[in-house]
């Protein structure tokens, strides 16, 4: 049986009109629950006045999980149940961000101890680096303090945190970061390790060269030294040469070290031109990594509880419990309080098995009242949190 076009085009609108007319009810209801809304958020400041008056923390986990069941159970089936569970862990997460705020704004916000200073110490002081001079660290180190500050180099980056820690320094100088190899992990963890907080950074362009004796051509060598990240990064230079013998050193300035020790024109090392310069070399090809972007990012540490006036970057750190929807619960205090996060990593806890440690850095000062609430939450709901620095 042929059915007629216009017949179609009738029921299609009749469709399209039932469907106009739900969306309808839709927009009155959702106006409904947003008027509701703000009447419990109006509650909300009640209550978080109440917690003033009587000193009662923001966060009753029992109270909330009751009433999550509660409002759960007058759902109709096991979909709306779960639904519902959902949409209350969240309106309950907001209330608490919303009394978090009034408490700031009531000078009732944990206390961040830390205080403002107009900027980082420059003169007397005795400065730490990992490595041996001519390293990127030493070079880190004489971009932000100079070349006439004292300083001295450790072997290990926990040795660095000793000296300051035990007051034989007043900072160290570490990496944290590079742009094409990742983080530090061991640095990362000597921040939980170590009371010893975080002023500055300065970053330092990797630009390999390579080294060899001052009677040396590039058709003499036959062995480059390098720290593996150094051969690695200049493996398409390396390539145009595969008849020399690669050796992995502890690092690039130890490598051009030991071509000074062998001084022997057979011998070269990718290094820095700063270790080219300590270590009496001369340089054969500059700028020999493939990646002319490639940055490491390094921290300067002191023993003090202090950021600059200027300060706009935010590190600290946050343990919580291993139960689902734990991280994006605390990281939504940053959302709400308008906090862009720039960087996020994590580090296994190794006193508790598949549990995580957070290193967040967030765009803030901490007089700002955003990041002093976002923290004041994150001290309520976390188990453990440490501001590591504001710089």
């Given at each position: 049986?042929?059915?007629?076009?216009?017949e179609l085009?009738?029921?299609?609108?009749?469709?399209?009109l039932?469907?106009?007319?739900?969306?309808?009810k839709?927009d009155?209801?959702?106006a409904a629950?947003v008027?509701?809304f703000?009447?419990?958020?109006?509650l909300?400041?009640?209550?978080?006045?109440?917690?003033?008056d009587?000193g009662k923390?923001?966060?009753?986990k029992?109270r909330?999980?009751?009433?999550?069941?509660?409002?759960?159970?007058?759902a109709?089936?096991?979909?709306?149940?779960?639904?519902?569970?959902?949409?209350?862990?969240q309106?309950?997460?907001i209330s608490r961000?919303?009394?978090?705020?009034?408490l700031?704004?009531?000078g009732?916000?944990?206390?961040?101890e830390?205080k403002?200073?107009?900027?980082?110490k420059?003169?007397?002081i005795?400065?730490?680096?990992?490595?041996v001079?001519g390293?990127?660290?030493?070079?880190?180190?004489?971009?932000?303090?100079?070349?006439?500050t004292?300083?001295?180099?450790?072997s290990?980056?926990?040795?660095?945190m000793e000296?300051?820690?035990?007051?034989e320094a007043?900072?160290?100088v570490?990496p944290?970061?590079?742009?094409?190899a990742?983080?530090?992990?061991d640095?990362?963890?000597?921040?939980?390790?170590?009371?010893?907080?975080?002023?500055?950074?300065?970053?330092?362009?990797?630009k390999?060269a390579?080294l060899?004796?001052n009677?040396?051509?590039?058709?003499?060598?036959?062995v480059?030294y390098?720290h593996?990240?150094g051969?690695?990064?200049?493996?398409?230079?390396?390539?145009?040469h595969?008849?020399?013998?690669?050796?992995?050193?502890?690092?690039t300035?130890?490598s051009a070290?030991?071509?000074?020790?062998?001084?022997?024109?057979?011998?070269?090392a990718i290094?820095?031109?700063?270790?080219?310069?300590?270590?009496?070399l001369?340089?054969?090809g500059e700028n020999?990594n493939?990646n002319s972007e490639n940055?490491?990012?390094?921290?300067i540490?002191?023993?003090?509880?202090?950021?600059?006036?200027?300060?706009s970057?935010?590190?600290l750190?946050?343990e919580?419990s291993?139960?689902?929807g734990?991280?994006?619960?605390?990281?939504?205090?940053f959302?709400?309080?308008?906090?862009?996060?720039t960087?996020?990593e994590?580090?296994?806890?190794?006193e508790?098995?598949?549990?995580?440690?957070f290193?967040?850095?967030?765009?803030?000062?901490?007089?700002?009242?955003?990041?002093?609430?976002?923290?004041?939450g994150?001290m309520?709901?976390?188990?453990?949190v440490?501001?590591?620095g504001n710089?």
């Amino acid at each position: 049986m042929k059915t007629d076009r216009n017949e179609l085009t009738e029921k299609n609108e009749s469709k399209t009109l039932d469907l106009g007319e739900i969306r309808n009810k839709i927009d009155e209801v959702d106006a409904a629950i947003v008027e509701e809304f703000e009447k419990r958020m109006r509650l909300c400041k009640e209550v978080a006045q109440f917690k003033i008056d009587n000193g009662k923390n923001v966060l009753d986990k029992e109270r909330e999980l009751q009433k999550i069941e509660k409002v759960a159970s007058l759902a109709k089936n096991d979909f709306n149940r779960q639904s519902v569970k959902e949409l209350f862990t969240q309106i309950m997460a907001i209330s608490r961000k919303l009394q978090y705020q009034i408490l700031t704004e009531n000078g009732m916000s944990a206390k961040i101890e830390f205080k403002e200073v107009e900027g980082v110490k420059r003169e007397d002081i005795t400065v730490v680096y990992q490595g041996v001079p001519g390293a990127y660290s030493h070079q880190a180190m004489l971009n932000y303090f100079g070349k006439d500050t004292k300083n001295y180099h450790v072997s290990t980056f926990r040795e660095a945190m000793e000296a300051v820690s035990q007051g034989e320094a007043d900072y160290a100088v570490l990496p944290i970061e590079n742009s094409t190899a990742g983080t530090v992990n061991d640095v990362y963890d000597l921040l939980f390790e170590f009371d010893n907080y975080i002023v500055a950074t300065t970053d330092v362009i990797v630009k390999h060269a390579l080294l060899g004796t001052n009677d040396a051509a590039m058709e003499d060598i036959e062995v480059v030294y390098s720290h593996p990240q150094g051969l690695m990064q200049c493996n398409r230079f390396l390539e145009e040469h595969r008849e020399w013998q690669q050796v992995s050193q502890a690092n690039t300035a130890a490598s051009a070290k030991k071509v000074m020790e062998k001084n022997d024109k057979r011998y070269a090392a990718i290094a820095s031109t700063i270790a080219a310069e300590i270590y009496g070399l001369k340089v054969l090809g500059e700028n020999i990594n493939r990646n002319s972007e490639n940055t490491t990012r390094f921290i300067i540490v002191g023993k003090e509880k202090v950021y600059r006036k200027d300060a706009s970057k935010v590190f600290l750190l946050f343990e919580i419990s291993h139960t689902s929807g734990s991280l994006y619960n605390t990281l939504s205090h940053f959302i709400y309080n308008g906090i862009n996060m720039t960087s996020i990593e994590s580090r296994p806890i190794k006193e508790k098995k598949w549990e995580y440690r957070f290193y967040v850095e967030l765009d803030g000062n901490l007089k700002d009242l955003s990041v002093i609430n976002a923290i004041n939450g994150l001290m309520e709901e976390t188990s453990f949190v440490k501001i590591i620095g504001n710089y």
